[in-house]
């Protein structure tokens, strides 16, 4: 399995991107900096996109990715998430105010667009992937995934402050190569940290406290906000006994 980090920040400057994976040439995992980063050829390959939540910086480039598909007469793109994030971008997104309504215009096969809903704890095959989406603690219905291929397995955590479904099920899996999980706010923002629901240095390593796989399994850090950067790794630095990394952008991985 291959990943790559297109966004990984929780803001923007020209240095920074919003939430973004690839995995493989096929998946996506939220939508923060797909078009940004990716040439036509390689948005064009994109099948699928796996949403966590409705929030704009998760879900900003669905609207040129459809855009750009449509006018590549491309095949249809899967927008996969709950049904609280489908139901969200049906209202709010694609709804012909906001944006247009790609699911009722066509490109090469069919609509550009399709929504998919799969359900909480359910196994649902996303492009030859199994891909089990978690719920998680957030203002907004979150959910994390466990993506999974040929007996190799990543969790990406979603948006969340503390939660515990989500460490229950990542220790239940015996083929886990990689955990990634957001820390967004120095120790010294713990209120607006816990308004959010966002996780800090401090409450990451109160998390981490839950998790039972070995101390060698990497955990990929995503969501620093750009203002607290900083702060943020001078409070991870304390953060002792997990193998940490902070992602930066066009990180790829092969396990």
Same mark, same amino acid.
């Given at each position: ?115 998919? @809903?799969?359900?909480?704890? #359910? ?6 992937? !199994?891909?089990? +989406? *978690?719920?998680?603690? =957030? ?62 240095? @401090?409450?990451?390593?109160? #998390? ?6 070995? !101390?060698?399994? +990497? *955990?990929?850090?995503? =969501? ?32």
């Amino acid at each position: 399995m291959q990943l790559r980090v297109l966004g990984c920040h929780g803001g923007e400057t020209p240095k920074h991107r919003t939430s973004s994976f690839l995995v493989g040439d096929e998946l996506a995992i939220d939508a923060g900096a797909i078009t940004s980063m990716l040439s036509l050829d390689e948005q064009e390959r994109i099948r699928s996109v796996l949403v966590s939540h409705p929030h704009m910086d998760h879900v900003r480039d669905l609207a040129t990715l459809a855009d750009n598909r449509c006018q590549q007469g491309g095949s249809t793109l899967d927008i996969v998430g709950v049904p609280a994030s489908i139901d969200a971008l049906r209202k709010h997104f694609f709804n012909d105010i906001i944006w247009p309504d790609f699911t009722r215009i066509d490109a090469k096969d069919g609509p550009t667009v399709r929504f998919i @809903e799969v359900q909480p704890n #359910e196994v649902t095959d996303v492009d030859g992937y !199994e891909v089990t +989406p *978690i719920m998680v603690n =957030h203002t907004v219905d979150t959910s994390a995934f466990i993506i999974r291929q040929n007996a190799t397995s990543i969790v990406y955590g979603g948006d969340t402050g503390p939660t515990d479904e989500l460490w229950t099920r990542i220790n239940a899996l015996d083929d886990l190569q990689a955990l990634m999980i957001e820390v967004s706010f120095p120790n010294d923002e713990a209120d607006v940290a816990h308004s959010s629901r966002h996780l800090t240095p @401090e409450t990451l390593a109160s #998390e981490l406290g839950k998790l039972e796989q070995s !101390e060698e399994l +990497p *955990i990929w850090l995503y =969501h620093i906000k750009p203002t607290f950067e900083a702060r943020v790794l001078r409070d991870l630095a304390q953060v002792r006994g997990r193998n940490l990394q902070v992602l930066q952008l066009e990180d790829e991985f092969l396990l």
